[in-house]
Every structure is written in C-alpha cells, then in structure tokens.
C-alpha cells in the first residue's frame, strides 16, 4: 500500500519526493476569470463565491513575496518544516499577460523552501505563449496545472455554468501532457441531478486521461453564490456524510493506482457555509473513508 493508507495520497507523494511533508503555502495573484469578466459571463461557476475557489488565500494587496513570508509565519505554528509549495489558487491563474505570469511565477519559486509551483487554472486559458511559460518553469521546479472539470456530463456542466467543452479540456491534458507537464483534475461529487454511475464514469474518464492527480471535492452550498439562490428557489437532496464516503471509496476503487490524491472532500467557509454541516468535521470524513476502505478490504485501482 502507500504507507499507512490504502490510497496514494497527496502526503505520501511528497514524502517520496522531497523526503519530508510539504507544505502548501495559498496565494492570490490578483486575477480574475473569463467566466467574470464578461468575456464569458459575469457570474462565475454556479458554485463560485466573490472569493473565488480560494477561500483561504492569502490577501491580493500583498505582494507575491510578502504573501509567502506572511503564510510561512503563520503555518509555522501548526508545522516545523521547511519545504514549500507556492500555489496560485484563487480564480484563473493563467490569465493575464505573458510577462504579468512570467514576473509572478518566478517571485514565487525563488522564495526560500519554495521547492515546487501549482497553478490553478481552466482549460480555455492556456494560450502557445502560457504553455510555452509553462513548459520554462517546469524545467526549473516541481510544477503541476490543476484543472477544474468538475464532470464529464456536458448537460451539468451547463448547470454550473463551467463555460467550455470536455473536448477542451482533452486538449489541454494533452498539451500539457506533451510537455510533460504534470496536471491535476478537479472532481465535485454530489453536483444535482448526477447519479452514482454518472460520478463513477467522470471518475474513470479522467483516470484514463494521463492526468497526475485528482482532487474530490464534496458539493457544498455557501451563501453569497449562484447555487445558494438556485437552492432556494428549487431544494434538491444533498449527500450525507456516509453517502460521500461510501462515493469517494467507489472513486478510488476506479482510480488508477499511480495517480496521486491531492484532496478527499472539500473547504467550506464556515461563516458562509449553508449545507452540509457535517463538511465541517473534516477528521470524522477521513476517518470514515479508512475505515471504509478497510471494511470492504479494498485499496486505489482495485477496479481498474
């Protein structure tokens, strides 16, 4: 197995890599999204906030060196370690110019302990000119792209708004692929209207794909976005904690056993936060995939 789990984690990867935990250290570049900015829509993602995806991101006012010495301080009172990964996450990372990227990307790797970069980012914001950057910085650190598909059912992600093809992001895994690029496939479960075979099926679409890693992030309603109104108008069921855990046990039985879990659930704000509560015991999730796991005697890719 991969350690003390039944699954190839996202700690045990680094351990092997690096020798030690690394730490992610959450920064905003001050960007924004095609699916904001009106070149899309207005709006963002169903599920989006006016923070975007990275709720715990450091502040946007702050430079990108003073945003790595303030989370470095303030992660190490919970960790004593010193290897880090810088990761852009809030919004489309990808998107600005060439030489706003290239002076960003750069500050962030030449940080003390930096010793990898992780761009947050949407398939349709990978220009020859964004690659090419990519391509660069690769050769200088440990790189990876995370892409936020979510699921491979072209009505659901006309629900949420998503705003472009699976062909797109096919085409953006194997441009980055041919590069050798490493990506990250984000992955909602529990999105209205998708049965359990319909989230088994994303699962083993982008298993298939050549992607690095995958992220499982659980279907949570937070005040202040589209599917919080959406959910006032028209209630739909919500998962409960035992029917995820059982769903992401079902997702790691269909993953390949070389792809790395980057994240098992999701982070809701708890201020915002609206449905479901249970999200928020995050220690009793893991515990409960474990020990899932164990019970039906059962490991990553054993379906594969």
């Known amino acids: 197995m991969w350690g003390d789990k039944r699954y190839r984690s996202f700690n045990y990867e680094m351990k092997r890599i690096f020798g030690t935990k690394i730490i992610k250290l959450s920064l905003d570049g001050g960007f924004t999204c095609p699916n904001r900015d009106g070149t899309l829509g207005s709006k963002g993602c169903i599920f989006c906030g006016e923070e975007g995806s990275g709720e715990f991101a450091a502040s946007r006012t702050l430079g990108i060196k003073e945003q790595i010495e ?25 998107y600005s110019t060439y030489e706003d990227l290239k ?22 914001c990978l220009s020859d000119e964004v690659l090419d950057l990519l391509e660069e910085i690769n050769k200088k650190t440990f790189l990876w792209i995370e892409l936020g598909l979510q699921t491979i059912h072209e009505n659901t992600a006309e629900f949420i708004g ?4 699976l062909d797109r992001y096919d085409k953006a895994i194997r441009q980055l692929n041919k590069r050798n690029i490493k990506t990250v496939t984000h992955l909602i479960l529990g999105l209205p209207n998708e ?53 992401v046990v079902d997702s790691i039985e269909n993953l390949s056993p070389n792809m790395v879990i980057h994240r098992l659930t999701g982070d809701g704000k708890r201020s915002l936060l609206v449905e479901p509560l249970w999200s928020l015991d995050k220690r009793r999730v893991f515990s409960g995939i474990d020990m899932e796991l164990k019970r039906r005697d059962s490991y990553q890719g054993i379906m594969v």
């Open 195 to 247: 049965s359990r075979e319909d989230i088994i099926s994303s699962v083993k679409y982008v298993s298939n794909t050549g992607t690095w890693g995958v992220k499982f992030h659980l279907l949570y309603i937070q005040k202040g976005t589209e599917l919080y109104e959406y959910y006032k108008r028209t209630p739909f069921s919500i998962l409960s904690m035992d029917e995820y855990i059982s769903l």
């Open 103 to 124: 002076e960003k990307y750069n500050s962030a790797i030449s940080q003390e302990g930096v010793v990898g970069l992780a761009i947050a980012t949407r398939p349709d």
């Open 70 to 94: 303030n989370q470095k301080e303030f992660l190490s009172k919970k960790w004593n370690v010193g290897k880090y990964i810088a990761y852009f996450q809030n919004f489309t990372n990808t």
């Open 162 to 165: 998503r705003g472009y093809s």
